[in-house]
């Protein structure tokens, strides 16, 4: 079965970087879309950045400049690199993973666990 595992979380001072890490099982990883998601605490969970199959990125305007998506598929893994970083930032950050194929944003697609970012001030 499908299995996404999120790594690299913790407390952070304002201004530092973490990387995260999710490493995906069960399906053939190079031909599904991976995004990472956040939401803190009381707020709705936001889409932080997509990496396609192919490799193209996207981010939402809030981490743009800062954050960084990429994706290892001979270790059928992807990463989130995350500098600069603002207290806005905490947030529980969660892994996912849709099949790449025509619709594919409006597909459930499958959710890691997720891991925890705390940036204090």
């Known amino acids: 079965q499908v299995q996404l595992v999120e790594s690299g979380g913790g407390l952070v001072q304002a201004g530092g970087s973490l990387r995260l890490s999710c490493a995906a099982s069960g399906y053939t990883f190079n031909s599904y879309v991976m995004r990472w998601y956040r939401q803190a605490p009381g707020k709705e969970r936001e889409l932080v950045a997509t990496?396609?199959?192919?490799?193209?990125?996207v981010y939402a305007d809030s981490v743009k400049g800062r954050f960084t998506i990429s994706r290892d598929n001979a270790k059928n893994t992807v990463y989130l690199q995350m500098n600069s970083l603002k207290s806005e930032d905490t947030a529980v950050y969660y892994c996912?993973?849709?099949?790449?194929?025509?619709?594919?944003?409006?597909?459930?697609?499958?959710w890691g666990l997720g891991t925890q970012v705390t940036v204090s001030s």
């Open positions: 996912h993973a849709v099949a790449d194929m025509p619709g594919w944003a409006r597909r459930p697609g499958y």
């Open positions: 990496i396609t199959s192919s490799g193209a990125t």
